[in-house]
């Protein structure tokens, strides 16, 4: 088994690259040829707060990462939302516009219970256990299926020591690429940062277990990924903004912001309306073609990492 200790995503990014350059063999998969690191791969980002990939040549979208993670913790599983920042994600839904292994579900609703209100709960009332186990994998429905849409995390561990919640997430199945430094990153340290929140607690190491970590060499410039130089850490001087201010109406302010994404509302939580509603602004000047609009409205974003990144995903299309 591999290990990464890494600072940030960004550290994490590199190293990981590195290690499928070094120790990756040629496979085969359902989506074609694969390149997989032969044992499983464990990534311990020490900073899982710093979860904004800045690197050009990779080009996360920092809008659809952002907002599906808002989303996922939203409890959804319909395509409408988080399509609007990546249409592909509609040929991965099935004939209902619905996902069937959509994370944030399988978080609030699938299981025929909140499992995020359980697990505050629980680490609230006796911070020494060892029984805060987040499920994404449901084997009656998933063993076996025939669907697009199969989760490939599977369960999340969460434990509390005196200060801090530190997190495990079990991956079954991690693209490197788009997965694990990519949109897990982003989404599970949020969902690590909204739980310590809600309980009252720093957010502590976020660790990633992926029993299968793989790249497709065959998608674009993605074998030339594996060759780049880590060129260190780009966060120091960036201020972020925390997800949570008011832990009481976190939720339901969440919920106002997903059904009208477009309109400010009074919020206790800055998130919705320092970071996400410009954020959102941004990409609808952009999407009807008004870019330098759109750079104008980034100057609203009230968080450095996001702030950057949209501007320089904005400036890469308008070059």
Excluded at 23 to 42: E, L
Excluded at 266 to 291: D, E, H, I, S, T
Aim: glycine fraction near 8%; proline fraction near 5%.
């Amino acid at each position: 088994m591999y290990t990464i200790l890494a600072k940030n995503v960004n550290d994490a990014f590199y190293q990981g690259m590195s290690l499928l350059q070094k120790a990756g063999v040629n496979g085969d998969s359902r989506n074609g040829p694969v390149i997989q690191v032969p044992t499983p791969v464990v990534t311990t980002y020490m900073r899982p707060k710093e979860r904004v990939l800045f690197c050009p040549e990779r080009d996360a979208n920092p809008f659809f990462h952002f907002m599906e993670g808002l989303w996922m913790l939203g409890g959804r599983r319909d395509s409408t939302f988080v399509a609007q920042f990546n249409g592909r994600m509609n040929e991965y839904a099935n004939a209902e516009g619905d996902f069937d292994g959509a994370y944030g579900y399988r978080w609030r609703t699938h299981f025929g219970y909140d499992q995020l209100q359980t697990l505050i709960s629980m680490l609230k009332n006796d911070p020494n256990t060892r029984r805060a186990v987040l499920a994404m994998w449901d084997g009656d429905v998933d063993l076996g299926r025939d669907s697009l849409d199969i989760p490939c995390n599977t369960h999340a561990y969460f434990r509390r020591d005196r200060y801090s919640l530190h997190m495990t997430v079990c991956c079954r199945s991690n693209d490197a690429v788009w997965g694990a430094y990519g949109a897990n990153a982003v989404h599970m340290s949020m969902l690590q940062e909204v739980l310590a929140a809600m309980i009252g607690c720093d957010v502590g190491e976020y660790n990633q277990f992926s029993n299968n970590m793989h790249l497709y060499p065959e998608v674009k410039n993605h074998r030339e990924l594996l060759t780049l130089t880590n060129p260190g850490n780009p966060y120091p001087g960036l201020i972020t903004h925390v997800l949570v201010n008011s832990p009481d109406t976190w939720f339901s302010e969440l919920d106002t912001f997903l059904m009208a994404p477009e309109i400010p509302f009074q919020c206790k939580n800055g998130l919705f309306y320092y970071v996400a509603f410009p954020m959102y602004r941004v990409w609808q000047c952009y999407k009807k073609g008004m870019g330098r609009e759109a750079l104008a409205w980034v100057d609203a974003i009230e968080d450095e990492a996001w702030k950057l990144a949209c501007t320089q995903w904005i400036q890469r299309r308008l070059k």
